[in-house]
């Protein structure tokens, strides 16, 4: 059974930073495609940075430069470094995997398996 556990949330100021991770049991870690996303009330959920099974990483335009995914395969646990927070970042942030996709194969990521979540408030 794939399990997601996500860690890290919390309360910052405007312009801080948070690290959260994700640890991630139950599945080949190597070919999994894996990704970040995120949740504030009333609003759609929305993708934040992704890995693809190839290990291509993407972001989305509102993080880009500010966010950073990392894969530590060792501790299979996927993080995502969020540095020069904005008020706007508050959401519930959650992790989410599969067992493939590449984008640039035509196979997008399906996303089965997702987390609880942690929440991310910025102030």
């Known amino acids: 059974e794939v399990q997601l556990v996500e860690s890290g949330g919390g309360s910052v100021q405007a312009g801080g930073s948070l690290r959260l991770s994700c640890v991630i049991t139950?599945?080949?870690?190597?070919?999994?495609?894996m990704g970040w996303f995120r949740q504030a009330p009333g609003k759609e959920r929305e993708g934040v940075a992704f890995?693809?099974?190839?290990?291509?990483?993407t972001y989305s335009d509102f993080v880009q430069g500010r966010f950073t995914l990392v894969a530590d395969r060792d501790k299979s646990t996927l993080y995502l470094q969020m540095n020069s927070l904005k008020p706007e970042d508050t959401a519930l942030y959650y992790c989410?995997?599969?067992?493939?996709?590449?984008?640039?194969?035509?196979?997008?990521?399906?996303?089965?398996?997702r987390g609880q979540g942690t929440q991310v408030t910025v102030s």
């Open positions: 139950g599945y080949m870690y190597d070919t999994y495609c």
């Open positions: 890995k693809d099974s190839d290990g291509t990483v």
């Open positions: 989410a995997a599969d067992q493939w996709g590449v984008r640039a194969a035509g196979v997008p990521c399906a996303y089965t398996y």
